[in-house]
């Protein structure tokens, strides 16, 4: 990954009669970067990908391309592919044409595409389904079709749109592992879109998190894990504390009546915040050794660790844990320092869009 | 013959889906049996007593086998009929398809609520009686019909369609235009608009993108739309009746005059000659139907 921008989406709106999809996006995508749009249902990844692979035109704003605006280029004039979600292969053409496609309208020569066919197969390991047809093949062996499809043309950029969504839970895995491997091997970059966050943070380099047509926060996804920026992207990313608190002062929170040591400053004197703590974050000990004290509502084995509900403060508090305390006990609540995420309250409009969903 | 395909495939669907149990099975046995019934008494048995007729001879001493019926198109006017049915039809059907396929392609691309609507009016003429429809351009193109009285007005000369070949293409052209455009409209309706925007992305350009991707995928619409023009159009002989007057003799009139006068035997003969003319152009079609997708209509 460089610091070259080799996509920068300026000020992109989108309005399909009154809905507003996109408003004002801005975002650009570095060379040989695995970004991701991540979102719920309906928020506007695949609009914004349909307008970088030129199948929308927005209503405003520049689409920047190596630094030439290609906001008007036809699709078949950018240096693009995009895998699609539903495959969308050729059913009346074998798997061989299907890959040929896009190199026979090129003209190139029955040797070099012989040669491509062969080589794409191999990359998304499956050789030999030159003269099948697409119907006859499983979901995620249509999957790698379409990829190795978009994937013989070269292109320096591939679109992605929720590739991995229509298959299971196994398949969805093994076929994580085998894009990053395709991606480093290629050494090309990716735009993914995805509505599932562990996906997202698996495999990208960034994560641009979205909501209502606005960018709620862009960074890796440690940052998005362990910084969410307000209440949307901490509740969409993971499970997590939500509780409206008051900012005493620097370093000192005030979560629902208690006061906690915390690593945050700047946020002024008595300043209404959310907090965010993961429940993973939540230590339980002896009552009289907490920051405060609650009693378990409810237990759940979640394999991994045991999933918990204490109540405290008057608020049901989310714990992951992996020692078992009986509903019913006294436990004492402790967490550090720095495991407390202190998000400002949404003032201007692109953050209000937040408050709806939650 | 689409028929007999039609249930086949609906009855394995359906049994397959219930995993074989026998209950299952003899209940799309039974919801099946209507349907049965209904073919054998209002298709087969009537193909069945045609093929009787047209195979035997009036001939109440000796009714036995002949193919004296058959060979009855080999008489000069009737083979002559044949001919200019077979072309008419054949026109008309290209001309069908040339005017369906555009229209199909622009409606099926319009987002528009009033698609429906534009559908809807296609059909309209559909529900009107097929008689009347044909009998009103009877009016219009009459010597002293709408348009020479509008030309006469201008003073134009005026022009002679009615009762020529041309009268009869118009007829078939304006009665099954609509039976073109919807096979047509409804596979291009069904193409994934992603499979369209995918073969964009890979390089093709518009004309690429038609004749590559969503022409082939067409075709099943455009077979369908073919045999349910043709058809009509070979047998027809009630717009050759009203746009030809008596001048022109399509195989159709032939058969139905033998019919008229209670030739029966004659009629079927040269029936089951069209009705192989229609298999053998059924036949060359479906080599090209793979997917069976034009069947979905009949
Ligand atoms: N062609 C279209 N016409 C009208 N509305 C559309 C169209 N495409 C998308 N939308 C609307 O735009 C919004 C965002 O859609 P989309 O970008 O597909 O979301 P996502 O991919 O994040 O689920 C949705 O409200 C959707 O209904
Ligand atoms: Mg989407």
Known sequence: ?358 | MKLFNITNTKTNSSSNKNGGSSLGNDKVKWLSLPYIVWMIGFIILPLLVIIYYGLTSGNKLKNLFTLGNIRLILDPTNFKALRLSLELSLISTLICLLLAYPLAMILSRSRMKSNNFIVMIIILPMWMNFLLRTIAWQNILERTGIINTVLNFLKLPTLNIINTPLAIVLGMVYNFLPFMVLPIYNVLIKIDKDVVAAARDLGANSIQTFLKIILPLSIPGVISGITMVFVPSLTTFVISTILGGSKIILIGNVIEQHFRVGNWHAGSGLSIVLMFFILVSMAILSKYDKEGEGGSLW
């Not at chain 1, 950029?157 to 093994?174: M, Y």
């Not at chain 1, 995805?194 to 979205?210: G, I, Y």
Request: hydrophobic share 40%.
């Open chain 1, 1 to 358: 990954m460089t610091d070259n921008k080799l996509i920068n989406l300026i000020n992109i709106s989108k309005s399909y009669g009154d809905n507003v999809v996109l408003d004002e996006l801005n975002l650009y995508i570095r060379e040989n970067e695995f970004l991701t749009l991540l979102g719920p249902s309906g928020c506007g990844k695949t609009t914004t990908l349909r307008i970088i692979g030129g199948f929308e035109n927005p209503d405003k704003g520049q689409v920047i391309f190596e630094g030439k605006d290609i906001t008007k280029l036809p699709p078949n004039e950018r240096q693009l592919n995009t895998v699609f979600q539903k495959y969308a292969l050729f059913t009346h053409m074998t798997i061989a044409e299907n890959i040929a496609f896009g190199l026979k309208i090129k003209k190139k020569s029955k040797d070099y595409i012989n040669d491509k066919i062969k080589y794409a197969l191999k990359l998304v390991n499956l050789d030999g389904f030159e003269n099948r047809m697409p119907d006859s093949l499983s979901g995620g062996q249509q999957q790698r079709i379409a990829i190795a499809r978009a994937i013989v043309n070269e292109p320096k950029v591939l679109l992605l749109d929720e590739p991995l969504g229509a298959l299971d839970l196994k398949l969805r895995q093994d076929m994580q592992y085998e894009l990053i491997r395709l991606k480093n091997e290629l050494g090309i970059t990716f735009i993914y879109v995805t509505h599932d966050q562990e996906e997202a943070l698996t495999m990208s380099d960034t994560v641009v998190v979205m909501n209502q047509g606005y960018i709620q926060q862009i960074g890796s996804p440690e940052d998005i894990y362990n910084e969410p920026q307000n209440a949307f992207v901490a509740d969409f990313i993971g499970e997590s504390n939500i509780l409206p608190s008051i900012m005493i002062e620097d370093k000192l929170v005030n979560i629902l009546g208690t006061s906690f040591a915390c690593v945050d400053t700047g946020f002024g004197r008595n300043k209404p915040v959310d907090v965010v703590i993961r429940p993973e974050d939540i230590d339980l000990v002896k009552p009289e050794d907490g920051i405060i004290k609650g009693v378990v509502t409810s237990l759940l084995f979640k394999g991994v660790h045991y999933e918990m509900e204490v109540n405290a403060n008057g608020h049901d508090w989310l714990v992951h844990s992996t020692d078992l305390v009986p509903v019913g006990n006294e436990v004492g609540i402790w967490v550090d320092p720095y495991d407390i995420q202190i998000m400002n309250k949404p003032e201007s409009e692109d953050e209000e869009a937040v408050e709806l969903d939650i």
